[in-house]
Structure formats: structure tokens, C-alpha cells
């Protein structure tokens, strides 16, 4: 029996459907396109994804992302499991063209109410004013409208989440990258920002993301390079949960634009 695995693992149907199905079930290769998550993923940073962190989505061809399988749950996924938690790094599929991914931070879930002010994040857990007292610091709550908030929530927490000191309401900026207004998350979604605040593309602009177009989580980076194609060797092999609470992996030289 194990010969014949092994004749099979090393034959060109073998090798293509291993590789297939570590890339549907375990781990598919990501390149960060844009700088929304500076500075926490760059530019240029090659990584793996966890495809299996938030259940198993239904697997698409890399590149044409036809669907392989029907979505038999009508929930984007074929084993469901416990979505995003806030804080975590998410890929998940853009809601207004799910062919492309993107990746940010869940800064809220399902039931949890969100404001911006001045660019300052507020959130109001769905626990209730308990869970707030009891998960973050007092210097963080702030009693708005009878009702416990946690303000900027992930700010110091993650090295990487900040804001522009260039980027002002006098410059010709949209305005919900300084004020929403009170927005409660619909059930089963998930308000996603990038950690680089002023200058991401995000649920402030089109909307919260439903579990059915989650992915998976970043991993670890096997592989980076900047735009003048110079291999940044330290970031090399880090698992991402190691680069986004390390404030070493942090270059304050990295421009936020």
C-alpha cells in the first residue's frame, strides 16, 4: 500500500493533486500588493495563508478562481468553524469583487457597534459594558451615550496600526477616513481596517465582509523584497503573529503612503 502511494506521489497526476490540495485545504502563497497594512506586512512580503484557520473555504483554481466544488453550506465554505476574532489579520475576498483578495485586520464582529472620531476608533463590544471593564485597560473606556467603549482598541497594541501625521481634513481626503458614525455590525460579519489607517481601502468605505468570503489567516513569510527589488532578510521565515507584536519588525523609515 505504501509503495504505491509513494509511486503515486512521485507521478505527474500525484504531484498535481498534492499540490492542489495543499493549496485548496492547508496553505496557498499570497504577495502583499498594496500598503494598506503597512507597517505591519509590506509591500513585496511573500506568505503563506492559513487556509484552514476559519474553516475550510471552498477551494477555487489559483489565478482564475473558478469555484472546484459547490458551495454546499451557502456560506462560502465546505467546513464551517469559528470565524475572525477582533484583532486578528485577515484574507478574505473583496465584497464588491470577490476575484480579488484582500487582507486587513478584523476590528470588529458580529453584533459589536463601531464609530470613528477624528480618526480615533471607538468600539463597543457586543459583550457589554462587563466584557469592556474586564478586556481592556480603564485609560481605553470611555462612557459614550450609557454605554461603555473601548477607544482605539488595537493602537499600541500592535506596533503597526497608525495614522498619517500628513493626513488632514484640510487636504483632499475622503471623509470616512476621520468620521463614521455609529455602525453596528450585522451578524455573521465582520468590519475589517487596514493598520495603515490613511491610506487603506476598507470597511469604512464599502461595507463589512461576510464569513462566506473569509479565507484564511497570514502565516508566515517565506520570502520580501522592497520596490527596488532588495531582499529584506530579516523578515524572512517570521511567522506573522511574531512581526505584527514585535515592535523590532517595525521601521519607522518605511513611508505610510
Known sequence: MLKKVYRFSNSW????????????FIAQAFVIPSGSMKRTLLIGDHLFVKKFAYGIPVPHIPWLEIPVLPDFNGNGHLISAEGPKRGDIVVFRYPPHPKTHFVKRCVAVGGDTIQLIDKVLYLKPHEGDTYVKAHYPKAKQVSMNGALWVKAPYMGKYPGVQNDVDVSPQGPYPEPLFNVPETK???GEYFMMGDNRDHSNDSRFWGTVPYSNI???PWFIYFSWDKNYKIRWNRMGHFVDTLENDASFIDPK???E
Do not use: Q, R, Y
Open 215 to 217: 479565507e484564511g489567516t
Open 254 to 256: 518605511e513611508p505610510l
Open 13 to 24: 497526476t500525484g504531484t498535481i493533486i498534492i499540490v492542489l490540495a495543499v493549496i485548496f
Open 185 to 187: 455590525v450585522p451578524k
